[in-house]
């Protein structure tokens, strides 16, 4: 559905044979339109992006979530895994919801009183349940690349953190986590060709 960067677990990272990481000298494909799921699916290593666009000419809400006829909103929708979801076997993506207890209100904020979070060290430490307090799950700052400028670019890693949930909110945009320092944002849109992290959880 949408382009992303690394598989993340909440206790470590998985390890691939090829560079989890390519450098900004990498010769990313640079194409001022769309191409097909087909052609990506060829070019796995390639990144395709469009200015506030989804990078595929083949639109669709459920590439990532059967369950999704139409655009997604906020929601618990059950998960039914698809062949295009990139995480691995036995997990899938997040809700659409799933993030909703990292603020109070549940929305996105720059309110700091109102993060559900104990510290930010190149990441947030979100709190899973409870209000300020039990477990907490980190989120690491990865950043993302880059498709508003038409540049390709691993920017903001360390300072901005972006996860993929399941759900497309339209024809081109998708539903994801967003956050820096001074922002929670558990129910961020933004165009599918932007090249996100993801969050798998279990099935």
Wanted: aromatic content about 18%; hydrophobic content about 30%.
């Amino acid at each position: 559905m949408a382009n992303y960067t690394i598989i993340i677990r909440s206790v470590f990272t998985i390890h691939f044979s090829h560079k989890l990481f390519y450098d900004n000298q990498r010769d990313w494909i640079r194409s001022g339109s769309q191409v097909s799921t087909a052609t990506a699916i060829q070019a796995p290593f390639s990144f395709y992006y469009v200015k506030d666009s989804d990078w595929s000419t083949n639109h669709g809400y459920n590439k990532w979530n059967i369950n999704f006829t139409g655009a997604a909103g906020v929601n618990n929708t059950a998960i039914i895994k698809t062949i295009y979801d990139p995480s691995i076997t036995g997990y899938t993506l997040p809700k659409t919801a799933a993030f909703t207890n990292f603020s109070s209100t549940g929305g996105n904020t720059t309110n700091s009183s109102q993060y559900n979070v104990s510290s930010f060290d190149d990441g947030w430490n979100f709190y899973t349940s409870n209000w300020k307090s039990g477990a907490t799950i980190y989120f690491p700052a990865l950043g993302f690349r880059e498709t508003y400028n038409k540049s390709g670019l691993l920017t903001g890693v360390g300072g901005c953190g972006s996860f993929w949930t399941s759900g497309a909110s339209s024809t081109s945009y998708a539903r994801y986590l967003s956050f820096y320092s001074t922002r929670v944002g558990p129910q961020y849109t933004n165009s599918r060709s932007y090249g996100f992290s993801i969050f798998p959880v279990k099935e």
